[in-house]
């Protein structure tokens, strides 16, 4: 079946830094979620990406779909202390079906 | 719109009971699903539905799992003869879906339940 993989696993960076996280699936999605769970909350819906080569912005988040629609990356520029959580994505590869999620990054920001 | 609401937000039983767990979702989503997930991994897809039409479950879903969705509104999950590779956070989420690509998911803030 499908399989969605992120890396890394963990991230620490210094608040300020960069982080990027990355997503691959073994199949061609037809779209991609991105999704961010504060440590204790539930997954809070970030973006979907439908196009190949889609890059979307949201403030310091870039979020782009490869050509190929099987792999995504996150990126946030400057981190700050409120971006800590785990950021999940979750691909699709039939229309209206099912989504399969990896199993995260986790960010921690150091002040 | 309160958003998905699921109850019990904790529930403790020991091995070999049966429990039920329910989700409420947003009033006008028509697509609810199920998930499970443990500490360290994302969440897991145990079955979803389209109004009251169960469309899929997971293959790794073993027949002590039922789930219904009745008249489309709420849906109950149950699992029968509790194991202790059961214990885990039970999500719902919810979305309303119109077209061809998925639209977002709002989640509920689960029920984590815990084996003895």
């Known amino acids: 079946g499908q399989q969605v993989m992120q890396i890394p696993q963990y991230q620490h960076v210094q608040e300020g830094e960069d982080f990027t996280t990355y997503c691959n699936s073994s199949?061609?999605?037809?779209?991609i979620q991105w999704y961010k769970q504060r440590p204790g909350g539930h997954p809070v819906f970030l973006i979907q990406?439908?196009?190949?080569?889609e890059v979307k912005k949201q403030k310091r988040l870039t979020f782009q779909f490869g050509e190929a629609k099987k792999n995504s990356s996150l990126h946030i520029t400057a981190t700050q202390t409120t971006d800590v959580g785990t950021y999940f994505c979750?691909?699709?590869?039939?229309?209206?079906?099912?989504?399969?999620f990896g199993d995260g990054t986790t960010l921690t920001v150091k002040p | 719109d309160t958003g998905v609401s699921q109850n019990p937000r904790h529930k403790i039983t020991k091995r070999g009971q049966n429990v039920t767990f329910r989700c409420d979702p947003i009033?006008?989503?028509?697509?609810l699903y199920w998930y499970r997930q443990t500490l360290g991994q994302g969440p897991e897809f145990l079955t979803y539905?389209?109004?009251?039409?169960?469309?899929?479950k997971s293959r790794l879903l073993s027949d002590r799992f039922s789930a219904e969705r009745p008249k489309g509104s709420f849906s109950t999950l149950e699992i029968q003869r509790t194991e202790q590779g059961d214990s885990a956070m039970y999500l719902c989420?919810?979305?309303?879906?119109?077209?061809?690509?998925?639209?977002?998911?709002?989640f509920g803030d689960g029920t984590r339940l815990s084996i003895l």
């Open positions: 989420a919810s979305s309303f879906e119109q077209g061809v690509d998925n639209q977002p998911q709002h």
């Open positions: 199949t061609t999605l037809s779209n």
């Open positions: 990406l439908v196009k190949s080569g």
């Open positions: 979750a691909g699709t590869n039939t229309n209206a079906g099912k989504s399969t």
């Open positions: 009033s006008e989503h028509n697509r």
């Open positions: 539905f389209q109004n009251e039409a169960q469309l899929e």
